[in-house]
């Protein structure tokens, strides 16, 4: 089954628009628009979003993303004083700030969100920052680098179950990704650090499970999980939509692991009411 775009119902059009025209007009992506998400109604709707640096075009092809893959554009350099501003002229208490992957790069992106926290920090000094970043072929200096810069939150996502990562990740590895998350925990015990996984995807309850407690054991704190909504007819197709009931026994197996906030269901996507982990706790 094909994801169908969600309705303006309750969304206020208006707004929705202006802040289409706001992002256009400061030459800034968002993961909301690139990845097609399903939520990006609500949240422009009421002038929020998940600013993706770095371009739109990524270097890696996951058969489940619909961000462009194949060269990217030069780096922009004067992409974080664009978005320290656009944070500032939104009134953000909290952002979330992703990428795409650019394995192209000597440093793979990580100076850009070092530079996007460090922007934020000059004009926006309340505003709490999340980085959702890629895996940096598991450079430890590089995710040292942006620890160091102080986000509240470090996610990263372990998007699928160990077995289907050959499938859906080829670029990516599930014990790299493990490890990129247990290191940047080590580095700060304080800081919160985050992960998602979509369902639905072939894998098995099982492998929900274990997945959850090994991103519990390097040291995950927050946990998303949603439903995986093919985004077209050349994506990997839908195996199986969870039920409610589902997506609530998950929760609970997580929360008895010992995660401080987990969110699960149909519309659950990593980023989306991101501030609500820190405040749920």
Same mark, same amino acid.
């Given at each position: 089954m094909?994801? #169908?775009?969600?309705?303006f119902? #309750?969304?206020?059009?208006?707004r929705?628009a202006?802040?289409?025209?706001f992002l256009?007009?400061?030459?800034?992506?968002?993961?909301?628009?690139?990845a097609?998400c399903?939520?990006?109604?609500? @949240?422009?709707s009421?002038?929020?979003?998940?600013?993706?640096i770095l371009?739109n075009?990524c270097?890696?092809n @996951?058969s %489940?993303?619909n961000? +462009?893959?194949?060269?990217?554009k030069e780096?922009d350099y004067?992409e974080p004083?664009?978005?320290? #501003?656009a944070?500032?002229?939104l009134?953000?208490?909290?952002?979330?700030i992703?990428?795409?992957?650019?394995?192209?790069?000597?440093d793979?992106g990580?100076?850009a969100?070092v530079d996007c926290v460090? &922007?934020?920090?000059?004009?926006?000094?309340?505003?709490k920052?999340e +980085?959702?970043?890629?895996?940096f072929?598991?450079n430890?200096?590089?995710?040292k680098a942006?620890?160091?810069s102080?986000?509240?939150?470090f996610?990263?996502?372990?998007?699928?179950?160990k077995?289907?990562?050959?499938?859906?990740?080829?670029a990516g590895?599930y014990?790299?990704?493990?490890?990129?998350?247990?290191f940047a925990?080590s580095?700060d015990? #304080?800081m919160y650090?985050?992960?998602?996984?979509m369902?639905?995807?072939?894998?098995s309850?099982t492998?929900v499970?274990e997945?959850?407690?090994?991103?519990k %054991?390097?040291?995950?704190?927050?946990?998303?999980v949603?439903? %995986?909504?093919?985004?077209?007819?050349?994506?990997?197709? +839908?195996?199986?939509f %969870? /039920?409610?009931? &589902?997506? &609530?026994?998950i929760?609970?197996f997580?929360l008895?692991?010992?995660?401080?906030h987990v969110k @699960?269901?149909?519309y659950v996507? /990593?980023?989306?009411?991101?501030?609500?982990?820190i405040?749920g706790?």
């Amino acid at each position: 089954m094909i994801f #169908k775009r969600m309705e303006f119902n #309750k969304i206020d059009r208006a707004r929705y628009a202006s802040m289409v025209d706001f992002l256009n007009e400061n030459h800034l992506n968002t993961v909301c628009i690139e990845a097609n998400c399903p939520n990006r109604y609500g @949240c422009f709707s009421k002038g929020n979003a998940t600013f993706m640096i770095l371009g739109n075009i990524c270097t890696r092809n @996951c058969s %489940y993303c619909n961000v +462009v893959s194949g060269k990217p554009k030069e780096i922009d350099y004067d992409e974080p004083k664009r978005i320290a #501003k656009a944070v500032k002229m939104l009134e953000l208490d909290y952002v979330v700030i992703t990428s795409v992957s650019r394995d192209d790069l000597k440093d793979f992106g990580a100076n850009a969100f070092v530079d996007c926290v460090n &922007e934020i920090r000059k004009i926006s000094p309340n505003t709490k920052v999340e +980085v959702l970043v890629p895996d940096f072929c598991k450079n430890l200096d590089l995710i040292k680098a942006v620890v160091k810069s102080g986000p509240v939150v470090f996610n990263h996502n372990i998007e699928v179950v160990k077995r289907l990562f050959p499938i859906l990740r080829k670029a990516g590895f599930y014990d790299t990704s493990l490890e990129v998350l247990r290191f940047a925990k080590s580095l700060d015990r #304080k800081m919160y650090v985050k992960s998602g996984l979509m369902v639905g995807l072939g894998e098995s309850i099982t492998e929900v499970f274990e997945t959850i407690k090994d991103l519990k %054991y390097v040291g995950c704190d927050f946990l998303s999980v949603g439903q %995986y909504l093919s985004p077209s007819e050349k994506h990997a197709r +839908v195996i199986k939509f %969870y /039920s409610d009931k &589902e997506f &609530e026994d998950i929760k609970i197996f997580a929360l008895n692991q010992g995660f401080l906030h987990v969110k @699960c269901g149909r519309y659950v996507r /990593s980023s989306f009411m991101a501030e609500s982990y820190i405040k749920g706790i």
